[in-house]
């Protein structure tokens, strides 16, 4: 049942019916915290729309449980694991809580791919425990995962997510990648001992960015999308940003924190077609938003359009 339910949504991700949202959720625990920004960068390689977290008070097993709710289509988690879960540190590491492999299947994250940092979590071998199966057995979205099998994880994450964003399979980026580690200082024993275990649990001809079934005749009929572009970036106490919309909407403006916290958030009656749009960097109480970098997030009707932004 589980395989039958696995080969249906591979059937319907080939024909784009199940590829979520083109964006990325990075997550980071604080052991970590000092590469996050690099490694953020290299899954933006895939996708450019990331939501990232690393702050090390907030990168706790709730606030991921809460955004593994969110649509997207690539997950990256790099926290301490077993085959059983992953465990986030707060409390300045003095204390801890847990995300069980359990509820991926229970929880059913809108998630098409996921990368786990995560050290044995895709154990195949472990019986009823393996996160990187539970994650694609799942009954909604899940339909493949990169993970260790052992201590070790993927590093030098651009190897990997570089041809993926060309548009090439999972297959072909996971091949080149490990190529890539062992061409370009040799398998050392210490890059053996950490990168061999690593697995790919999915249909290796999947493609993440789409297969792009669909043929020319049936273009005129999907669906026109609305557009958002920053006109400057970083930005100092006003944002501007053009706004194309397709039709008449309502919009919900906001703006998160890199932990996922909501500052502020507007709601704006627009008609289609071209707007610019001023938006002062302040939070929901009018106080300036200081340095930093910060989520844009527009809702206009049911697209969610994200853009990441630097205030100077």
């Known amino acids: 049942m589980l395989l039958k339910n696995y080969f249906s949504k591979n059937n319907s991700f080939r024909h784009d019916t199940l590829l979520l949202i083109q964006r990325a959720l990075v997550f980071v625990d604080d052991d970590w915290i000092p590469w996050a920004g690099q490694w953020a960068g290299d899954v933006s390689l895939l996708y450019s729309d990331t939501m990232n977290y690393w702050d090390a008070e907030t990168t706790r097993a709730s606030i991921y449980r809460r955004n593994l709710d969110t649509i997207q289509a690539w997950v990256q988690v790099c926290a301490h694991s077993w085959p059983g879960g992953h465990q986030f540190a707060y409390n300045n590491g003095g204390s801890y809580d847990y995300y069980y492999s359990y509820e991926y299947t229970n929880q059913d994250p809108p998630t098409n791919f996921y990368n786990f940092f995560a050290c044995s979590f895709s154990r195949y071998t472990t019986t009823g425990n393996c996160g990187g199966s539970r994650a694609i057995f799942n009954p909604g979205s899940g339909i493949g995962s990169i993970g260790s099998t052992k201590t070790g994880s993927?590093?030098?994450?651009?190897?990997?997510?570089?041809?993926?964003?060309?548009?090439?399979?999972?297959?072909?980026?996971?091949?080149?990648?490990?190529?890539?580690?062992?061409?370009?200082?040799?398998?050392?024993?210490?890059?053996?001992?950490?990168?061999?275990?690593?697995?790919?649990?999915?249909?290796?001809?999947?493609?993440?960015?789409?297969?792009?079934?669909?043929?020319?005749?049936?273009?005129?009929?999907?669906?026109?999308?609305?557009?958002?572009?920053?006109?400057?970036?970083?930005?100092?106490?006003?944002?501007?940003?053009?706004?194309?919309?397709?039709?008449?909407?309502n919009l919900k403006?906001?703006?998160?924190?890199?932990?996922?916290?909501?500052?502020?958030?507007?709601?704006?009656?627009?008609?289609?077609?071209?707007?610019?749009?001023?938006?002062?960097?302040?939070?929901?109480?009018?106080?300036?938003?200081?340095?930093?970098?910060?989520?844009l997030e527009v809702k206009v009707g049911t697209q969610i359009i994200t853009k990441k932004i630097v205030k100077i």
């Open 253 to 295: 403006i906001s703006i998160y924190d890199c932990s996922g916290r909501k500052l502020n958030d507007i709601t704006r009656k627009m008609a289609s077609g071209n707007h610019t749009v001023e938006l002062l960097m302040n939070d929901r109480y009018g106080n300036a938003l200081s340095q930093g970098v910060y989520i």
């Open 154 to 249: 993927m590093l030098d994450f651009n190897y990997f997510y570089r041809p993926l964003g060309e548009g090439k399979k999972l297959g072909e980026a996971f091949k080149y990648w490990f190529a890539c580690i062992y061409d370009s200082v040799g398998m050392t024993y210490d890059r053996l001992c950490w990168h061999y275990g690593m697995t790919l649990l999915a249909d290796p001809f999947l493609i993440p960015l789409g297969h792009n079934t669909g043929i020319d005749e049936q273009i005129a009929h999907v669906t026109e999308q609305s557009s958002l572009t920053i006109r400057s970036n970083p930005v100092t106490s006003k944002l501007h940003f053009h706004l194309a919309l397709a039709a008449k909407e």
